[in-house]
């Protein structure tokens, strides 16, 4: 009796030290979430990060959204849209009784404004995902229509995404090219202030019509670059959160047993965009002749593709735990070419196409790498496999928005860079590989590959679709090569066990909305 009394007293009191030394989780009113880099401009209309995407999914909500398994359902719209004269009509339902995070109504007229603002402010990155709108217009108070030049599958994922968020005409009419710093949506957390490559700051909205999604109320977003700091603000608490785990961190972190780690395959890719007639920006800009054997020469730059051995690459910068690829197309995508088979690494025929080239001796060119360790493992790696081949990389690292900005303005001539990806392949596709589309910063075309390209959009058939895929594929990832395709990310996102709601999804985004201790 003395010894069970005895063992109860430990418990409790072992107890009652956990409760003095970890305060209860269930008690934090805030969420500090790390992010890797800092997002560009919080303005959905001309914002291109990956990062600022997790910005937006938490106070920019969308016409439509998807879930776990890809599947489009409605957000901010009340159903998914009535599709008629040939797919040429497109009328969307929206859902009453929405407000934006300054009190305002989100109505039809607000998304009308939003979709045109989209279409036609100057800097829009969502102008060629849009481009088959024809006309906006609004119905009734809760009912917009919009009329398509000709029919576009992709548009309802296109609307689940960044050209789907409306934003609030009044304050994107006081602030004009400023609303980035104080960005209106719809959402469960409102923009509070951002810190430069520091921290962002949002607050639960008084106006989101769902009042129980946002169980917190404060969420941090603080920019950690480094793996090795992010993780040991995870262990020590500083953090609750930490978004792009490295992967060999993973593995340690679930050892541990303390922290849930999840990872998903993702629908974007990682590849090297090589700059082919991009001398003085990006489109409109009209195209240059960089002079370079890597912009003029396919045959060049064929042989760096066949330098690379994406299986080694995988195992020695991602512990193997990515997915090596060759295509835009994740292989989790219902699109996916199942029979696409990626090239073996063939160093003798890239030195042989090197030689054919003129280039017998060698070649040397540099390439920008964003200025992160895992960024920088993975263009080491490549460095070292393209040296057997004969090139000479010079890696240029450069902080993440100064090297997107030079990459618009041409100022590189090759860059290792990813792409997050959407749930409809049009949006990794369309705006990068198409002559003079916005996101077309290699300043490369072929109007053949635009002729598949809008045929794609125009049907709906799944195997059709994929079909007309792979033969643009063939043609710009393996004749052009504008862009050198490598691997498919897994998105790793650690947290404590005791956060519990949390679901992860294909596009890497970070979700909060619904999420709580427990």
């Known amino acids: 009796m003395l010894m069970r009394r005895a063992v109860t007293t430990l418990m409790a009191l072992l107890f009652t030290l956990t409760l003095a030394t970890e305060p209860a989780l269930a008690q934090k009113k805030t969420l500090v979430i790390a992010l890797n880099q800092d997002p560009d401009i919080l303005d959905p209309t001309p914002s291109r990060t990956y990062v600022g995407r997790i910005i937006f999914a938490q106070m920019c909500e969308k016409l439509y959204e998807i879930d776990e398994n890809l599947k489009i359902f409605p957000q901010l719209a009340a159903d998914l849209p009535a599709v008629t004269d040939g797919g040429k009509t497109v009328t969307i339902k929206l859902r009453p009784g929405v407000k934006f995070n300054d009190g305002t109504p989100m109505n039809a007229e607000s998304v009308r404004y939003s979709l045109d603002r989209h279409l036609n402010m100057k800097g829009s990155n969502r102008r060629s995902e849009l481009e088959s709108v024809n006309s906006i217009e609004v119905v009734d108070p809760l009912t917009v229509r919009l009329k398509l030049k000709t029919p576009f599958s992709p548009l309802v994922a296109i609307l689940a995404d960044r050209s789907g968020m409306p934003v609030s005409p009044a304050a994107a009419n006081k602030l004009g090219d400023k609303f980035g710093t104080a960005p209106v949506c719809v959402g469960p957390w409102q923009f509070v202030e951002r810190i430069s490559q520091d921290r962002i700051v949002l607050e639960k909205s008084p106006h989101y019509f769902d009042k129980g999604a946002a169980k917190f109320d404060r969420l941090i977003f603080r920019i950690i670059p480094d793996d090795n700091v992010r993780l040991a603000n995870l262990r020590s608490g500083d953090i609750d959160m930490a978004h792009r785990v490295a992967p060999p961190d993973a593995v340690s972190l679930r050892k ?188 490369s075309c072929d109007e053949g590959v635009d002729v598949i390209l809008n045929r794609a959009r125009e049907v709906s058939d799944l195997t059709q679709r994929t079909s007309l895929y792979r033969q643009a594929v063939d043609k710009f990832a393996f004749a052009r090569r504008n862009v050198i395709y490598i691997y498919h990310r897994n998105y790793i996102v650690a947290f404590p066990k005791s956060l519990k709601g949390y679901k992860a999804v294909p596009d890497g985004l970070i979700r909060i909305k619904g999420a709580a201790w427990q």
């Open 256 to 443: 541990e047993g303390r922290f849930e780690v999840s990872s998903v395959t993702g629908i974007g890719y990682d590849g090297i965009t090589v700059n082919l007639h991009n001398k003085t920006g990006k489109p409109p800009q009209p195209p240059g002749n960089l002079g370079t054997p890597l912009a003029n020469d396919p045959r060049v730059r064929e042989a760096l593709d066949l330098s690379i051995d994406r299986e080694a690459l995988n195992k020695v910068a991602w512990d193997g735990q990515y997915t090596p690829g060759c295509t835009p197309i994740s292989p989790v995508s219902p699109f996916a070419d199942k029979s696409r088979k990626c090239p073996t690494r063939d160093v003798a025929k890239a030195k042989k196409l090197l030689a054919d080239a003129g280039l017998a001796g060698g070649y040397s060119f540099e390439m920008m790498i964003v200025n992160d360790p895992q960024q920088r493992r993975v263009g080491e790696v490549i460095q070292g496999m393209a040296k057997e081949a004969g090139f000479n990389i010079s890696l240029k690292p450069s902080e993440f928005a100064s090297a997107l900005n030079d990459n618009d303005a041409g100022k590189d001539q090759a860059f290792l860079i990813g792409w997050s990806g959407r749930v409809d392949p049009d949006a990794n596709i369309f705006q990068f590989q198409t002559c003079g589309a916005t996101l077309n910063t290699t300043q």
